[in-house]
């Protein structure tokens, strides 16, 4: 009896012990999978370490041989120096400007399409929908051709007008505040119909305030993109007053010639604003790409 | 009784009628923006590929004279291919590397894996001319940093990447994917995420490798999520424009290194020939229209599965 007792034990224990050893060694593959991720990790992040920490060094410490990780002796020139001998200023304006009224235009009519699309019922409706789902195909930069004739048209090339322009065809933002607005229960929407709200009250009572963090994540990522956004900008400006950052930037190459930790450092201002939001609204960057890829975050 | 029906109905009539002018009151700032910035230019993009105008002015109808042009034109062929070259060099290695990455990431807790994402996804926020200028220092024949690798595999040469026309497009590829691998790798940890750890349990129970694992459970189901992630990708890059000409206008003969956006610029915007360059546009256009419908022909097919 006991003496089958202990076999049977055993004879469980042996593959359990197998198991063992087994998690044993995979957890040995697993110590060299997160090795290789932190080190592919810090890889990936040696470009802008590396980019920072040249703006801080003086430029001739720049050209010498071997591998500095660290300045020899912190410095703001380059700072300074592009601060005060490019039109940065400018340009930062511009970018801002451009990009909060792209930003602003934008989410007022994708939160109104997208509304009037989910809630109302009017002729057109199902053309609309079907215009917004067909412009997802249609390349923006294979009209830039036509954008630059009809805003020359228009008189609105070299303007910042004519930056924002053709930046306000967001069919992503209409589609995503479609589906959240179908997503808001019909019982409010009865509820406040019988206590007599309009359309308009229901649209900023209800389905706005009830959809915050999607204006919110939709706000943060337009706003990056406008001012991330190089090829049209770069199109539609050519005096260096009205250029937004991204374009500007380009030509201070030119300007300094071989001056690498200025070119940097005039760089990492341009990149600053939208790192800083990142950091800030994380999760709501990351929710918000999602969304405009089709995954609900 | 028959007057207060009417009533209602004459209500229910204007409340209709109130419905109808508020939609057309939302509807239009976006149907005069789509209008005047989106389809006219469309329409206009195609009648424009069938005349012989300038850039700013009009022209005459030249048929299909300027698709005959592009289609013996040695620069627009090598755009065409160059295009496809680097879509080769960049879709299929960064949706795969996203994958890869997202594994790893996804394995790791709490702040570490907070902070190994945002060194993968940081680069993904920055413009494409931080970027250019980033790059052009790591690479620098003299003095940059990349110098240190590139260098032995040249036989101690210090290797001038951006100068030597077959080294162009991989290198802006591999600065493309190093910029853009962060969207991918998010993409697929979101996928992840959504399969459920029961599954991983049982097969754990069922002493299932941890290989078996991958290709019975994670690659099936984070599939729907690759093919995502590849066309928009594909779509994305063949529309490359940005880094390759901020990286090749620092070359004196930056035409070997075309794409097709950048050959609708030149005509357009260069040559002052609309009616060519809106021609290009609308292959381009062509292309990526037969990719969105592929994919969702594709997509809709495993959902019918």
Redesign the interface.
């Known amino acids: 009896m006991s003496a089958g007792a202990q076999s049977l034990r055993a004879r469980v224990d042996a593959p359990a012990a197998r198991?063992l050893t087994?998690l044993r060694r995979?957890d040995r593959?697993?110590l060299l999978?997160?090795i290789?991720?932190?080190a592919?990790?810090?890889l990936?992040?040696f470009?802008?370490y590396?980019?920072i920490i040249?703006t801080f060094k003086h430029e001739y410490e720049?050209?010498k041989p071997g591998?500095r990780l660290w300045p020899e002796e912190f410095t703001f020139e380059n700072y300074a120096q592009v601060l005060t001998h490019t039109k940065i200023g400018i340009w930062y304006i511009n970018s801002l400007i451009t990009s909060t009224a792209v930003t602003v235009l934008v989410i007022?009519?994708?939160a109104?399409?997208g509304?009037?699309i989910s809630q109302?019922?009017?002729?057109?409706?199902r053309f609309?929908w079907w215009?917004i789902l067909a412009?997802?195909?249609?390349?923006?930069?294979?009209?830039?051709?036509?954008?630059?004739?009809?805003l020359?048209q228009l008189k609105l090339i070299n303007t910042l007008a004519g930056v924002v322009?053709?930046q306000?065809?967001a069919p992503v933002t209409?589609i995503i505040y479609k589906q959240f607005f179908d997503s808001v229960p019909k019982d409010f929407r009865e509820a406040a119909v019988i206590d007599g709200a309009?359309?308009?009250q229901l649209l900023f009572r209800i389905y706005l305030p009830m959809n915050w963090g999607i204006t919110t994540a939709l706000a943060i990522i337009t706003f990056?993109g406008a001012?991330?956004l190089?090829?049209w900008p770069f199109?539609a400006v050519s005096s260096e007053d009205k250029m937004n950052?991204?374009?500007g930037?380009?030509q201070v190459?030119d300007a300094f010639g071989v001056h690498?930790a200025r070119?940097?450092a005039?760089?990492?201002l341009?990149?600053l604003p939208?790192?800083v939001v990142?950091l800030l609204f994380?999760r709501r960057?990351?929710q918000a790409?999602?969304l405009s890829?089709?995954?609900k975050? | 009784m028959g007057a207060r029906e009417s009533a209602s109905v004459t209500s229910m009539l204007r409340s209709?009628r109130?419905?109808?002018l508020?939609?057309?009151?939302?509807?239009a700032?976006?149907?005069l923006?789509?209008g005047?910035?989106?389809?006219?230019?469309?329409l206009?993009?195609v009648e424009?590929a069938f005349t012989n105008a300038p850039?700013?002015g009009p022209g005459a109808w030249v048929g299909f004279d300027n698709f005959r042009r592009l289609a013996t034109d040695r620069l627009f062929s090598t755009a065409f291919w160059n295009t496809l070259y680097f879509v080769v060099l960049t879709v299929a290695p960064s949706t795969l590397l996203g994958l890869i990455?997202a594994?790893?990431?996804n394995?790791?807790k709490g702040w570490l894996q907070s902070?190994?994402l945002?060194?993968?996804?940081?680069?993904y926020?920055?413009?494409?001319?931080?970027v250019?200028?980033?790059?052009?220092?790591?690479f620098?024949k003299?003095?940059g940093?990349a110098q240190?690798i590139l260098a032995p595999l040249n036989g101690g040469q210090h290797v001038s990447v951006f100068r030597t026309t077959p080294y162009f497009l991989p290198a802006v590829a591999f600065i493309t994917i190093?910029w853009l691998?962060g969207?991918n790798v998010?993409?697929f940890i979101?996928?992840l995420r959504n399969i459920s750890r029961d599954l991983y349990e049982a097969a754990e129970l069922d002493?299932a490798?941890?290989w078996t694992q991958f290709r019975r459970i994670t690659w099936p189901l984070i599939w729907p999520?690759t093919v995502?992630v590849f066309t928009?990708q594909l779509?994305l890059q063949?529309?490359i424009?940005?880094q390759v000409y901020?990286f090749a206008n620092?070359i004196v003969r930056y035409d070997p290194s075309m794409v097709m956006?950048e050959y609708?610029?030149k005509e357009?915007?260069q040559q002052n020939k609309?009616g060519l360059?809106?021609a290009a546009?609308?292959i381009?256009?062509a292309l990526?229209?037969i990719i969105?419908?592929l994919q969702y022909q594709l997509l809709r097919a495993r959902g019918q599965k």
């Open positions: 198991r087994r995979i593959i697993g999978i997160t290789g991720t932190l592919l990790a810090i990936w992040a470009p802008l590396w980019a040249t720049t050209v591998l007022i009519m994708a109104g399409a509304y009037a109302l019922e009017f002729p057109g409706r609309f215009m412009s997802f195909m249609v390349p923006i930069p294979a009209l830039i051709v036509t954008h630059y004739i009809v020359s322009g053709p306000l065809i209409v309009n359309d308009w990056i001012w991330n190089f090829l199109l950052i991204t374009v930037i380009t190459h690498y070119d940097l005039v760089a990492m341009a990149a939208v790192a990142y994380q960057v990351t790409i999602m890829a089709g995954i975050g | 209709r109130a419905e109808r508020t939609a057309a009151a939302l509807m700032p976006f149907a923006v789509y005047v910035l989106f389809v006219y230019p469309t206009k993009m424009l850039l700013i990455v594994l790893g990431v394995r790791l902070v190994v945002a060194a993968f996804f940081l680069p926020i920055l413009p494409v001319s931080c250019f200028h980033m790059w052009n220092w790591m620098d003299d003095f940093v240190y190093w691998l969207f998010l993409l979101a996928g002493g490798s941890r999520v995502l928009i779509i063949f529309k424009f940005d901020l620092f956006v609708i610029f357009a915007f609309g360059a809106a546009a609308v381009l256009f990526i229209m969105s419908v």
